[in-house]
């Protein structure tokens, strides 16, 4: 894959670097917070090579890259250097939800950033219980202690990972989070607890006020709640706080406020939220014994398409930390990954199509060896639709399997054919063939159902040689060119000193990924419409306008770089989207001064978008220009 290719024809057909709010990814996806998704052309970027699927979730535009994932989201941020923080103030308003859609959405978001350190920990589990079970390595040697830290460090202070991508999600200052987890967490809290809770007594704040005893290593909810609390708490602190002391006196303010709201309030009742979730979860199992196994198994894949899977994750943690061993969740999770690797496998055998074959075969490899199966389900078996039936059917059969010989799982890595020694039960040697028996059922099965169903192949198609990477809403057909010695003049907005676009500190102006232009640094906050035309997109922050000209010329108009993360402060609109404008008149305005004293800057690029519809677009050679000046020569 060129993952430079692939990375800048995504940015281009989700609206380019200005529509992106912020970007992370996780194992397997490239997760945008955009300003505006319809400007993204999903069918667009679907067609783009390297790109499996994308989904749409809590406010996420979801892109599936598989493997590369990685690649492709750093060749991105060298284009645009993205923020990876949640806005406090979000763009576009979210749908409503129900608390506890809410609620899942929410772990969700917060646990997939989690997820690669918690697989990291989980998998020196495995070698823990493989090395000593093949005699390479002594339980009882110093190797193996420390080996032990090693594995169980991120689970114990699961809260810190937590905290920070909470932060993230909450828009809240990440070192109080994480601050906020450690207090949690500190050896001597966590004794005078117990201590107390063993003497039968309860620990009181300055005498009057009940702790309530709560064990929070391992735990999510806790910290989830007492960082959503925190926003709040800096607020308070930030308004009561004198200016000259807000750099020593504010943080003490927040921690005496917000530690004890979380051991006291929110720590013990994210406690039995978490308890209370985990009990309706295994209320269904011990009322369906093994049926329910193999209901979960045959769903699962719809729960990962959702993006709900991660919210099962502080579930499964609770109940191997009370119990030792998991024997629901984790053992259809384990099926319906198998299921979607044997369904890819029997896809790669069957099809004729020599590239999608090579695509079916690493799914397949992929979620067989390494559970990774969003490759599988997003690439080939919900692409081709009949192989996720036989998926589903195959991983129900496995998970019915599994729950009647009573399966167990005694980790949290990644299920798959590498990890199975995590279902190995001490004193139960046949756990180990149980394990492999449900493994094989459920290939066999999901195998043989595939290529009774059949599917519709994937055909070979040529890729456009004359793509231009850009939104199919944008006619990319050669114009009729222009009579000789005739050309479209665009007067400069805004008044000010007149430099090249190359000399623009941000790679994607500078670089012409958007498209050709010059740039002007404003000696004045106004700008005005450079041409006859209509108001394409006002964006709602106020810095940035798109204009499309009477003779079809596409204009993007970026204030400052980076000013989106003023949130439309110091920026006013004069006209909205679907406005009519003539030359000259006033389409928005700024307090420039304001904007530079909040460290940015204020240099503006005028691009033409569809640049490549002209032969040439030229800037003209000047140092200054004033509104209403030549600023740009379209041939």
């Not at 990291?120 to 589990?125: D, F, L, Q, R």
């Not at 830290?149 to 809240?172: C, Q, R």
């Not at 958007?514 to 740039?519: D, T, V, Y």
């Not at 798109?546 to 596409?554: A, N």
Request: with cysteine; charged share 20%.
């Amino acid at each position: 894959m060129d993952y430079e290719s692939t990375a800048k024809k995504i940015l281009q057909r989700i609206g380019g670097r200005d529509n992106v709010i912020s970007l992370v990814h996780c194992m397997t996806r490239l997760r945008f917070t955009l300003k505006d998704e319809s400007l993204a052309d999903d069918e667009a970027v679907k067609k783009t090579k390297g790109v499996m699927g994308i989904m749409k979730k809590a406010g996420q535009y979801q892109i599936i890259i598989g493997n590369d994932v990685g690649m492709v989201f750093a060749e991105l941020n060298k284009l645009g250097n993205f923020s990876s923080e949640t806005p406090a103030k979000a763009a576009k308003p979210k749908e409503k939800q129900n608390p506890f859609s809410m609620l899942m959405d929410t772990i969700s978001g917060i646990m997939a950033p989690v997820i690669p350190a918690i697989i990291g920990a989980a998998m020196i589990k495995v070698l823990l219980t493989l090395l000593p079970m093949i005699g390479i390595l002594s339980s009882e040697g110093n190797t193996y202690n420390l080996l032990s830290v090693m594995g169980d460090g991120a689970f114990f202070f699961m809260p810190v990972l937590i905290a920070i991508s909470a932060s993230k999600k909450f828009g809240t200052n990440t070192y109080y989070a994480a601050s906020i987890a450690l207090i949690m967490l500190h050896p001597n809290f966590i004794s005078l607890m117990d201590t107390a809770h063993e003497a039968g007594e309860t620990v009181k704040f300055l005498g009057i006020i009940p702790v309530s005893y709560a064990s929070y290593s391992y735990s999510v909810i806790p910290i989830i709640l007492a960082v959503w609390s925190l926003r709040y708490v800096e607020k308070l602190a930030d308004r009561i706080t004198p200016v000259v002391t807000k750099n020593f006196l504010k943080p003490m303010v927040v921690v005496l406020i917000e530690a004890p709201i979380a051991l006291i309030v929110l720590g013990p009742l994210g406690a039995i939220c978490g308890n209370v979730l985990s009990d309706v979860v295994y209320a269904i199992h011990d009322k369906l014994g093994f049926i329910a196994i193999g209901i979960v198994a045959g769903v699962y894949p719809f729960v990962v398409m959702a993006g709900m899977h991660h919210a099962f994750t502080p579930i499964k943690l609770g109940m191997i930390a009370t119990t030792g061993y998991e024997n629901f969740i984790c053992i259809g999770e384990l099926c319906s990954n198998m299921a979607q690797g044997a369904a890819s496998l029997a896809v790669s055998i069957r099809s004729k199509n020599k590239d999608f074959k090579q695509i079916a075969g690493s799914s397949a490899f992929s979620a067989l060896f390494a559970g990774i199966t969003e490759p599988a389900l997003y690439g080939v078996t919900l692409r081709l639709k009949r192989p996720m039936l036989g998926a589903c059917i195959g991983a129900a059969a496995g998970g019915l399997f599994g729950g009647f010989f009573q399966m167990k799982c005694f980790g949290i890595a990644t299920p798959a054919i590498v990890t199975i020694v995590q279902y190995v039960e001490e004193g139960r040697p046949s756990s180990l063939l149980i394990a492999a028996l449900t493994i094989l059922l459920t290939v066999v099965v999901t195998f043989a159902a595939t290529l009774i169903i059949g599917f519709e192949d994937i055909k070979d198609e040529e890729e456009d040689e004359g793509d231009t990477s850009l939104p199919s809403s944008v006619n990319t057909a050669s114009p009729a060119p222009l009579p000789k010695d005739e050309e479209i003049i665009v007067s400069s907005p805004a008044e000010g000193k007149c430099i090249p676009l190359s000399h623009v500190k941000d790679a994607t102006f500078a670089q012409g990924i958007l498209g050709k232009g010059a740039a002007v640094i404003p000696s004045k906050g106004i700008i005005q419409s450079p041409f006859d035309g209509t108001v394409d997109v006002m964006f709602e922050t106020g810095h940035a306008v798109g204009l499309t000209s009477e003779s079809g010329v596409e204009l993007l108009i970026h204030v400052g770089m980076d000013t989106v993360n003023l949130e439309g402060k110091y920026f006013t609109p004069r006209k909205a989207t679907g406005d009519k404008v003539k030359k000259g008149e006033i389409i928005l305005e700024f307090d420039a001064p304001e904007i530079q004293k909040a460290g940015y800057d204020i240099t503006t690029p005028v691009i033409v978008s569809n640049s490549d519809k002209y032969a040439d677009v030229r800037a003209i050679e000047s140092d200054s220009v004033k509104m209403g000046d030549t600023l740009l020569r379209i041939r």
